[in-house]
C-alpha cells in the first residue's frame, strides 16, 4: 500500500507494509540476543571496568592524577566533555529541528540518535563532575540550595553555572522528549508479547497506551513543542558551553564567534557520531530497507555543510587575530598552527576541513564503506579541536618561566576509555531492549502526503487518483 | 464473580486510513456516535473527521514556560542582588544579561516538563494502567473504529451495515464487564503481589 512518488524515491524501500514494519523492528527486541551482541556487551563491560579502576582511583586520591599542572588547569577532561555534548547535539537536531522543518526521512533514524544524545550527555557530565575532585560535595555546591555559609548562593555571573543549568536541562528534556516517542512503540510490543513477564515490563514502560484518536492528537501537539522547545534549547547548550571560554580573557579563547562555531562543530561531530552508529545497527539488524542509501547521502551532506562552517570558523579565528591588532591574540594562533602542538592543529585542520569535502563526490558519500570511515575521521578530527582550543591557548600563558607541555597520564586515557565502555554499555542494552527505529512514524510515512491524498480524493468523490497510485517510479536523478 | 457483560461495542476494522477518514465523516454524517478510533500511528485529519477540539497542550506549555521564567527570574535577582548582593567582576547586583541563559533554560524544563506531565495525567497514561483494548491490532497494523451501541440510536445491523459501506473490513461485536476506568496503584500493586506477574488480573491480557 505505499505510494510512490514519481519525482522522490520512497523514504522506505522494499515495498514494506505496515505489519513488515513491527515485525521487522519488533523481532530484534523479542528474539534472543546475537553472539555479536554478548561480544560487543563484553568489550563495553571490559572498558568500563577497567576505565572505571582508574576512575575509581580518581576519585579516592584526587584528580592530581592527571596530567594537568599549574599552566595547563584543563586539558582532557574538559577536552572529552565539550566533544561528548557535541556529539549529542546530532541526535536533537535530527529529533528537533527536522521535525520543525518536515524532513520525513527522519524518522528511520530519529530514536537510535536521541538515545545516542541521552547517552552521550551522561558521558559529558561524567567530566564536570569528576572534576569536582570531591564529586560528592561539588554536585550539591552548583545548585542553587540553602547552605550553611550564610546563605552565600552560586554565582549566576558565571558561565560554568549557566552550564549546570544548560546541561541538566537539556539531558531530561532530551529524555522526556525520547520517552514521549517510545510510549507507542512499547504499547506494540507488549501487545505482541507472548509472556507474561514481557507482557508485565512492557505494560508499565507502555503506561497503557492504547493509540486512541484523542491520544494521538495530544500525543502530536506534545511531540511538535517539544521539538519547538528542544531546537533553541540544542543550540543554547553549545552557545553556553562555548561561553566557558569565550567570556574569559585567556587569548584564543576570547573569540564572539564561538558561539555559531561550537553549535556548527557540535552538529557536525554528532552526525558523523549518528553514522558510526547507524552503519553498524543497519548492518546487524538488516535495515537496509529503512536506513537507505538516500538517508546516509542525506546525513552526508550535513556534515559537508557544517564541516565548511567549521573550516570558515578555524579561517576567520586566524583572520581577526590578526586583524585585530593584538599580539597576545596573534601570538596563540600562530603558536597553534606551529608551536609543540603543531600535530595536533594539522590532525584537526586534515580531519575536519579536508576529509569532509570528499563528500562532494556522489560515489564517496552514497559509499558506506567512505562514509563510515570518513566519520570516525571526522569524530578524531573534532576531538583535536578541542583539544587544540584548550591546551593550546594554556601551555604558554603569560610568563615564559611557567611554558609547559602537557602529556596526558594513564588516568587521562583509562577515564577516557571509561566513558566509550559507559557510552556502548548503554548503547547495546538500548539496542536490545527497546526498538530501534521509531515504528509508529515510520508507520505513518509508509503511505506518503496523505493529507493531499486525501483532499484531492474529496474533490474527485472518491474516485482515486490513478497517477498516484502508480507503482513505477521515474529516476528523477 | 462473573459479572455481566453489559457493555456492548460494535468494532469495525481498517487497514487504510483514507478509507477510515472517509468512513468516519460518513459514518458520522449519517448519524453514529463514534466511541473512539484507535491507530498505529497519528493520521492527520482524524481529529477534525470525528469533530475533537484542538489540543490545548500548547496552552499548558505555555502556562508552565511562563512559570519557569517567573521563578528563575525571581531566585537570581533574589539570590544576587537582594539576600547576599556582592560585587563580581566589575558588574552591577542586577546584571540582567547575566540572568537569561538560566532564565531560558529554566524555561524550556518547565514548560517541557510541565506539559508532558499534563498530558500523562489528563490522558491518565501511568506505569500502573491497565487498558481496555479493543482490538491488539491497533498497536500493529490496523485502525480500529468502536462505537458504543447503547450510545448510539441505530440498531446492530444498521451500523453494521453502514461499516460496510464505509469498507471496513471486518465488523465484530465486543461485550465489556465494566466501565474503562482508571486502575489505582494499589489495587495494582495488591493484585500483582497476590497473584504474581504471571497470574494478575491486572496484565493486560489478550483475546
Known amino acids: ?477 | 464473580m462473573a459479572m455481566e457483560k453489559d457493555k456492548h461495542y460494535l468494532i469495525g476494522v481498517f487497514s487504510d486510513h483514507d478509507d477510515l477518514l472517509h468512513g468516519i465523516e460518513d459514518m458520522r454524517a449519517k448519524g453514529v456516535k463514534i466511541y473512539e478510533v484507535y491507530s498505529p500511528y497519528p493520521v492527520h485529519g482524524l481529529e477534525h473527521a470525528l469533530g475533537y477540539k484542538r489540543s490545548w497542550m500548547p496552552r499548558a506549555a505555555f502556562a508552565f514556560g511562563a512559570l519557569g521564567t517567573t521563578l528563575a527570574i525571581t531566585m537570581q535577582v533574589y539570590m544576587m542582588a537582594i539576600d547576599w548582593p556582592m560585587i563580581i567582576g566589575g558588574k552591577s547586583y542586577l546584571a540582567v544579561p547575566d540572568f537569561v541563559p538560566v532564565s531560558f533554560e529554566m524555561t524550556v524544563l518547565l514548560a517541557a516538563f510541565g506539559m508532558v506531565g499534563t498530558f500523562l495525567v489528563v490522558r491518565d497514561l501511568k506505569p500502573y494502567k491497565v487498558p481496555r483494548i479493543f482490538d491488539i491490532r491497533a498497536t500493529d497494523d490496523k485502525h480500529i473504529v468502536a462505537v458504543d451501541l447503547a450510545a448510539n440510536s441505530l440498531s446492530e445491523e444498521q451500523i453494521t451495515a453502514l461499516f460496510k459501506e464505509a469498507h471496513a473490513e471486518e465488523v465484530y461485536r465486543r461485550d465489556f464487564e465494566e466501565d474503562d476506568k482508571s486502575t489505582s496503584f494499589i489495587s495494582y500493586a495488591v493484585d500483582l503481589f497476590t497473584n504474581g506477574v504471571t497470574r494478575s488480573s491486572r496484565i493486560p491480557t489478550h483475546r
Open chain 1, 1 to 477: 500500500m505505499q505510494i510512490i512518488s514519481e519525482v522522490r524515491e520512497p523514504l522506505v524501500t522494499g515495498g514494506k507494509t505496515i505489519k513488515d514494519v513491527t515485525n521487522d523492528i519488533a523481532r530484534h527486541v523479542e528474539n534472543q540476543p546475537t553472539r555479536l551482541w554478548f561480544i560487543c556487551m563484553a568489550i563495553s563491560i571490559l572498558f568500563l571496568g577497567v576505565g572505571g579502576y582508574f576512575v575509581g582511583d580518581l576519585a579516592w586520591n584526587g584528580i592530581g592524577r592527571w596530567g594537568l599542572n599549574k599552566t595547563v588547569q584543563w586539558a582532557w577532561d574538559i577536552t572529552n566533555f565539550v566533544w561528548w555534548v557535541g556529539i549529542g547535539h546530532a541526535g536533537t537536531l535530527i529529533s528537533a529541528i527536522l521535525l520543525l522543518f518536515r524532513q520525513k526521512w527522519r524518522t528511520s533514524i530519529n530514536r537510535a540518535a536521541e538515545a545516542m544524545t541521552i547517552f552521550a550527555v551522561i558521558c559529558a557530565a561524567f567530566w564536570p563532575i569528576i572534576h569536582m575532585g570531591r564529586p560528592w560535595v561539588g554536585a550539591y555546591w552548583v545548585l542553587p540550595l540553602p547552605n550553611t555559609f550564610g546563605s552565600l548562593w552560586v554565582n549566576f555571573n558565571s558561565p560554568l553555572l549557566w552550564d549546570v543549568f544548560a546541561i541538566s536541562t537539556y539531558f531530561s528534556v532530551s529524555l522526556v522528549f525520547w520517552y514521549v516517542g517510545l510510549i507507542p512503540d512499547f504499547a506494540t510490543i507488549r501487545d505482541r508479547a507472548t509472556s507474561a513477564a514481557s507482557r508485565f515490563f512492557y505494560g508499565i514502560l507502555s503506561f497503557g497506551w492504547t493509540g486512541s484518536a484523542k491520544d494521538w492528537m495530544h500525543y502530536e501537539a506534545v511531540s511538535l513543542i517539544l521539538a519547538g522547545l528542544s531546537t533553541p534549547l540544542v543550540l543554547s547548550v553549545h552557545t553556553i558551553v562555548s561561553f566557558d571560554f569565550a567570556t574569559s580573557v585567556i587569548p584564543g579563547w576570547h573569540t564572539t564567534i564561538f558561539p555559531p562555531y561550537f553549535v556548527a562543530g557540535a552538529i557536525f561531530s554528532g552526525f558523523a557520531m549518528v553514522l558510526t552508529l547507524m552503519l553498524v545497527v543497519r548492518k546487524v539488524y538488516r535495515l537496509e530497507n529503512y536506513i537507505t542509501i538516500e538517508h546516509i547521502e542525506m546525513m552526508n551532506i550535513i556534515i559537508i555543510v557544517t564541516g565548511s562552517i567549521v573550516g570558515i570558523a578555524y579561517t576567520t579565528e586566524f583572520f581577526i587575530a590578526w586583524y585585530s591588532g593584538v599580539e597576545y591574540e596573534q601570538y596563540a594562533f600562530i603558536n597553534r598552527a606551529t608551536g609543540p602542538y603543531w600535530w595536533a592543529y594539522w590532525a584537526m585542520m586534515t580531519c575536519n576541513v579536508i576529509s569532509p569535502q570528499l563528500f562532494w563526490i556522489k560515489k564517496i558519500r552514497t559509499s558506506i564503506v567512505w562514509t563510515f570511515f570518513l566519520s570516525i575521521v571526522v569524530n578524531i578530527g573534532m576531538w583535536f579541536e578541542r583539544f587544540v582550543i584548550i591546551v593550546t591557548s594554556l601551555h604558554r600563558d603569560y610568563l615564559p618561566s611557567s611554558w609547559v607541555y602537557f602529556t596526558p597520564t594513564i588516568h587521562d586515557i583509562m577515564s577516557y576509555l571509561f566513558t566509550f565502555g559507559l557510552f556502548f554499555f548503554l548503547f547495546f542494552l538500548f539496542a536490545k531492549f527497546f526498538p530501534v527505529v521509531n515504528m509508529a512514524e515510520v508507520k505513518a510515512i509508509l503511505k506518503d502526503s496523505n493529507s493531499k491524498v486525501y483532499r484531492a480524493r474529496r474533490t474527485l468523490v472518491d474516485e482515486p487518483l490513478p497517477q498516484l497510485e502508480e507503482k513505477t517510479t521515474v529516476a528523477a536523478k
